[in-house]
């Protein structure tokens, strides 16, 4: 299962979302990471923040459309960042983590992942 903080941003949607992760996407929906989710029936951008065992949720869960990219953008010291500046300045942690977390570069996370299996 994956927490998941979704690119919305409502303010009563400010919190992080339980979706299953499929079978396909246990190597690369890690934490961190940026996902592709169905949410009010639309797909929208979230970012995995953590992988659990077990939901609160009672529910039935929603399963992960895709993984955006492998690659995690998202340290979980700026994901702490990013929700205490939301919290204290009235933003969301949507809205902080857009301005934080740069737009994805499928080009530069290729060389990056070439340059550390060439190591």
Request: no cysteine; aromatic share 4%.
């Amino acid at each position: 299962m994956a927490r998941v903080a979704l690119d919305i941003p409502l303010t009563h949607l400010d919190r992080l979302f339980d979706y299953l992760v499929p079978a396909e996407l246990a190597d690369t929906a890690v934490p961190g990471s940026r996902v592709r989710v169905r949410f009010g029936g639309r797909l929208v951008d979230g970012f995995v923040l953590e992988r659990v065992a077990t939901s609160e949720h009672d529910g039935r869960l929603a399963r992960l459309e895709r993984s955006v990219s492998a690659e995690p953008v998202l340290s979980p010291a700026i994901s702490r960042l990013a929700r205490a500046v939301a919290d204290r300045y009235g933003g969301t942690l949507a809205d902080v983590l857009r301005l934080a977390v740069p737009p994805r570069h499928a080009r530069v996370e290729a060389a990056a992942r070439a340059s550390t299996s060439n190591s």
